[in-house]
């Protein structure tokens, strides 16, 4: 299951930005409340993968039916709420021979925070808690969340996360802009896990509508300590390079084209080390909605 996957949202886009994928996706609204999306993903090793699927928007929440290039069919019913505080979403995966697995998420809204459980058909269960804090001011916050995972009877895991957001005041009637984000976080797997405690401590600064810069610095679960610096330019109103380099030697390279009903980014990845005979990487990502 994610794992706090609302913490470093700001780093996590840029570094799923700058690393190659060869990847299109495409959205349609076919009329109010039925929408149709697709996806298509090319590895390195020549495989691939296509999705497309049909949401339709119930009184229930949204219903969603995809068919995954494997043969697999794959139903969802996101956002059921039973209870006014608690939201459920359900997920069944059929093949030729019958079911293939599930997964079920619930997420409450809880007197300190919310609270999300989540556990599937092959017995993996977690359970998370995220809350905010506004010691400092309206103009800033702090989130902590924890997350733990596991099998009936097994403890599997641990993940704690903090992180800071700072504000400042936007124009008169819109909310205040984020213009910085210190985050760390901890990782401790089971005790018998062959990898071991991870963390990271991140700092995103945004310069405005101009650009941005991140810097990141990761414990990885093998050992290796990790410095990852770069950030974000506006070249145009519709042109946005990004670029980050690492410790690792990887430079990596993203200019992101948009328009009002598509994107595209072109990436590029050269592993710089002295010792590795690595060919240079490129990728093209593409979003089309309408």
């Known amino acids: 299951f994610p794992a706090l996957p609302m913490f470093k949202a700001e780093l ?7 690393s190659p994928a060869k990847l299109a996706m495409l959205g349609l609204s076919l009329r109010e409340g039925l929408n149709l999306s697709g996806m298509s993903m090319l590895q390195d090793g020549g495989g691939g993968m296509t999705q497309s699927g049909l949401t339709y928007a119930t009184r229930f929440g949204a219903l969603k039916a995809e068919v995954i290039s494997q043969g697999v069919l794959q139903t969802t019913l996101e956002g059921f709420m039973p209870l006014p505080f608690m939201q459920v979403t359900t997920q069944l995966a059929f093949m030729p021979q019958g079911l293939a697995g599930g997964a079920m998420q619930s997420v409450l809204m809880c007197p300190i925070g919310a609270m999300m459980l989540s556990a599937n ?12 804090l506004q010691p400092f001011g309206e103009l800033s916050q702090v989130m902590l969340g924890a997350h733990v995972w596991g099998l009936p009877g097994a403890y599997g895991g641990s993940k704690f996360a903090v992180e800071y957001i700072q504000g400042v005041e936007g124009a008169e009637g819109e909310p205040p802009s984020r213009v910085g984000t210190i985050t760390a976080e901890v990782t401790r797997p089971h005790a018998g896990s062959a990898n071991g405690p991870s963390g990271s401590l991140s700092v995103c600064h945004s310069l405005g509508g101009s650009g941005a810069l991140n810097a990141s610095f990761e414990v990885t679960p093998q050992g290796e300590r990790l410095l990852t610096m770069g950030g974000s330019k506006q070249l145009a ?25 598509s994107q595209l980014t072109l990436q590029a990845e050269i592993d710089s080390s002295s010792h590795s005979s690595r060919p240079p990487k490129f990728g093209a990502t593409l979003s089309i909605s309408c």
């Open 12 to 18: 996590g886009e840029w570094v799923n930005t700058t």
């Open 121 to 132: 058909l092959a017995g993996q269960l977690s359970a998370e808690v995220v809350t905010g």
């Open 237 to 261: 109103p519709s042109a946005r390079l990004r670029g980050r380099v690492a410790t690792n030697g990887l430079l990596s390279l993203a200019l992101q084209l948009e328009s009002p009903a």
